[in-house]
């Protein structure tokens, strides 16, 4: 599809659609939401990362940057491919929080059976071994996802043997040798959620809806990623971190951001032709019409903290691969289309790649009122080849940004606006008009900000841990007609049909 052009968007994450299990899949609701997204005039729909995630529910820490998450895999699709007769799908919840422990428990249970009246079949099938072939990191994920199972789920780092953190070629024979039925089952579940994603994204496209993802410049510490390319990453000889990734003190949080990601070794990367990025880029560019790269700042410059460290005080900037890397990309992935993430510590090296690549880069409205001309996030000083946000799923809901903001910060806002009586009732409507308004040639709202929200539904804190980050689900009577034709209206004062 074509990206270019005046357009705009719903930021929504699979798992908070509505429907019938206990967080959002690639089924029915999904498609409905494509509907929904066409009526509203809308061209695209961005997600959020769409890998398994453990710990905490983020989708920025995943066990295999590749791969998807077996709880976005609709099971009433399953069962009317015919593949889970005894399934009885549910009719869709109410509800406004996912329950990512039900619907893990819940998943597994159906997804074993589907694979037992699966397996023998499939094994005879061509097609499918060629489809588990075609896939440069499908066989190392389930390696390493069967052995993470067989350790309760422990991190690989904390794997007592060493033969298998190292990978040795014994012990990797042996384990593939163990685990070759649970190493099925999970290729079994990646071609289950490819094959309904793809479904999923052809249905878009037919209906002038292009899917922007979203990929982390990091991949988790405890993630096949690493483990199976350890060469790639600042590691000791033991395979622990030696210096891990995270952001100095900023907007979010007095200490910064202590991520914990394993930093690249670039040097190596760059010795390799950039091939596993290359491969990981690839990837997405399979999923998505356009992919969004978060943390574009690391690759001009990326913050260094000492594994151990107790917070990201104490780190250093060191440069990146800048332009080098991205000639590789642009090189060997000619059709990539990419959204640079260029949020925080913006500095000349960060602008002038950003220029080099010529990606468009981001600006959020909440960040916008204040520093005046100067702040490249005021809708003034918004230039074209932007994607303009009123949030991301870092910040609070609008009406939740509005509602904390002092009177002092409020009057700005209002100023700013040219709207002396904007409330919580008026004061959504009016970001959002002013985003839409703008010269950048996308403009996009997450879906909480559409139905005017507030910060108990926000998707995620940043610096805090666990519920009720990435919990929030919208219900099936949040889409409403009179809500998809108040944002045509919106795009249609806007110019963005």
């Known amino acids: ?5 005046r357009k705009s968007g719903i930021l929504l994450h699979i798992t908070s659609l509505p429907g019938g299990e206990q967080c959002g899949t690639l089924g029915e609701g999904a498609y409905r939401f494509v509907d929904f997204l ?60 996912c329950d990512f422990d039900a619907a893990r428990a819940d998943k597994d249970k159906w997804l074993r059976l589907a694979f037992a009246h699966e397996k023998d079949r499939l094994e005879k099938e061509n097609a499918y071994a060629a489809w588990c072939k075609r896939w440069p990191w499908l066989k190392d994920f389930a390696v390493f996802y069967a052995l993470k199972e067989e350790h309760h789920l422990q991190s690989w780092l904390e794997w007592p043997e060493s033969a298998l953190r190292l990978r040795t070629p014994e012990a990797m024979h042996a384990a593939e040798e163990r685990l070759q039925d649970e190493i099925r089952y999970i290729m079994f579940q990646q071609y289950l959620f490819r094959t309904q994603w793809q479904a999923l994204h052809e249905y878009a496209n037919a209906h002038g809806i292009m899917l922007l993802g979203d990929m982390p410049i990091y991949v988790a510490a405890d993630s096949a990623d690493v483990w199976a390319n350890a060469e790639y990453f600042q590691l000791d000889k033991d395979r622990y971190p030696e210096r891990v990734a995270g952001v100095p003190p900023d907007y979010f949080s007095e200490d910064g951001q202590l991520w914990g990601n394993p930093l690249y070794r670039w040097s190596k990367l760059k010795k390799d032709n950039y091939s596993f990025w290359i491969k990981r880029l690839a990837s997405m560019g399979e999923l998505y019409d356009a992919v969004r790269i978060d943390h574009f700042i690391g690759f001009a410059n990326y913050y260094s903290i000492p594994y151990g460290a107790p917070n990201a005080r104490g780190g250093k900037w060191i440069i990146g691969p800048g332009s080098d890397f991205f000639a590789a990309v642009k090189k060997q992935l000619p059709g990539l289309h990419i959204v640079a993430e260029n949020l925080g510590a913006v500095n000349d090296r960060v602008v002038r790649l950003l220029g080099y690549c010529g990606y468009p880069g981001m600006c959020v409205m909440q960040f916008g009122f204040d520093g005046g001309a100067s702040n490249p996030h005021n809708p003034a000083s918004v230039v074209k080849n932007r994607v303009i946000y009123t949030g991301t799923h870092d910040n609070d809901t609008t009406l939740g940004w509005w509602q904390t903001r002092s009177e002092e910060e409020k009057a700005a806002v209002r100023l700013q606006l040219e709207n002396e009586d904007l409330d919580d009732t008026t004061i959504v409507p009016a970001v959002a008009l002013a985003a839409f308004d703008t010269v950048a040639e996308t403009a996009v709202l997450p879906l909480q900000d559409a139905l005017m929200l ?12 666990g519920a009720p980050n990435w919990q929030y689900r919208c219900r099936c009577s949040d889409l409403t007609p009179a809500l998809a034709q108040t944002l045509r209206e919106l795009n249609q004062r806007t110019d963005r049909l």
């Open 454 to 465: 507030g910060s108990e539904f926000r998707m995620n804190t940043p610096g805090t841990l």
């Open 38 to 97: 066409a009526s509203a005039g809308m061209k695209l729909w961005q997600v959020l990362p769409t890998g398994p995630v453990g710990y905490g529910e983020s989708p920025y820490q995943s066990a295999g940057s590749c791969a998807g998450s077996p709880l976005m895999i609709d099971l009433k699709m399953v069962h009317e491919a015919g593949m889970l007769p005894e399934y009885v799908p549910s009719a869709p919840l109410e509800t406004t929080a």
């Open 1 to 5: 599809m074509n990206i270019s052009g």
